[in-house]
């Protein structure tokens, strides 16, 4: 069974950068992933999709700011640049055996 | 550019039937997957399935038994309708655009939503 696993929180500061991970599980560790923004009170945005040789495409409008990279089974988001409005849950989302999994999310906060 | 309306009541009795609809505008409505997702208070996303003009449909194994997702190709809308519903049903429901296949490996391919809408509050209450 396809399990994507992230840690519950982040922070980092204004203007510098953070990097967040998902987990695949072992079985999984080649799966292609997608990465979400959701900020408060707005609906969920895709950021990007990301493969396990850390080629990603970004979805429209979203800024270079936000990059992906891969290692084994994990995916990583990296934020640079942080802005106040970066601060919002990130989810890593994949598709395994007729499912759509979500990780747990991380909430980021911008000190 | 593609947007995505989701209507419906806003509140349900216990024990109901839980139906939303999503208006689709802009973009082609037969090409792709359409899904729901949910977000209860305080809790994660959790996605409840997808459907295609063509009438596959894929639901989460967790909510499958209550769960039944329709299109209307004549009006580019898709349908929710959860059964037997109980508090715990209590969400924001997101209906969203299903992009792929990409990323086709050993793994499989990557399915992923790209295009949102602004969710819908669904208090389930007696």
């Known amino acids: 069974q396809l399990v994507l696993t992230q840690s519950p929180s982040a922070s980092a500061s204004l203007g510098g950068s953070v990097k967040l991970t998902c987990s695949l599980s072992?079985?999984?560790?080649?799966?292609?992933i997608a990465w979400l923004q959701h900020q408060p009170e707005k609906s969920p945005r895709f950021l990007m999709s990301l493969d396990s040789d850390g080629n990603h495409d970004r979805g429209d409008g979203v800024p270079d700011r936000f990059s992906g990279s891969s290692s084994g089974a994990d995916r990583y988001l990296t934020i640079s640049s942080l802005q106040s409005d970066d601060e919002a849950d990130y989810y890593c989302q994949a598709w395994g055996s007729g499912i759509e999994v979500f990780g747990g999310g991380t909430k980021l906060t911008v000190l | 550019q593609t947007q995505l309306q989701e209507s419906g009541p806003g509140m349900v009795k216990t024990s109901e039937t839980l139906s939303l609809t999503c208006s689709v505008s802009?973009?082609?409505?037969?090409?792709?997957?359409w899904s729901w997702v949910r977000q209860s208070a305080g809790k994660g996303l959790e996605w409840i399935g997808h459907t295609q003009t063509t009438g596959k449909t894929y639901y989460n194994p967790s909510l499958k038994s209550r769960v039944t997702m329709s299109l209307d190709k004549s009006k580019n809308q898709f349908s929710l309708k959860l059964s037997s519903v109980t508090a715990a049903d209590t969400a924001v429901y997101y209906c969203?655009?299903?992009?792929?296949?990409?990323?086709?490996?050993?793994?499989?391919?990557?399915?992923?939503?790209?295009?949102w809408g602004k969710g819908t509050t669904v208090t389930v209450s007696s």
């Open positions: 969203a655009r299903v992009e792929g296949p990409s990323f086709c490996g050993d793994a499989g391919c990557l399915w992923y939503m790209d295009v």
């Open positions: 802009g973009g082609s409505f037969r090409l792709f997957y």
């Open positions: 072992s079985r999984h560790s080649g799966a292609a």
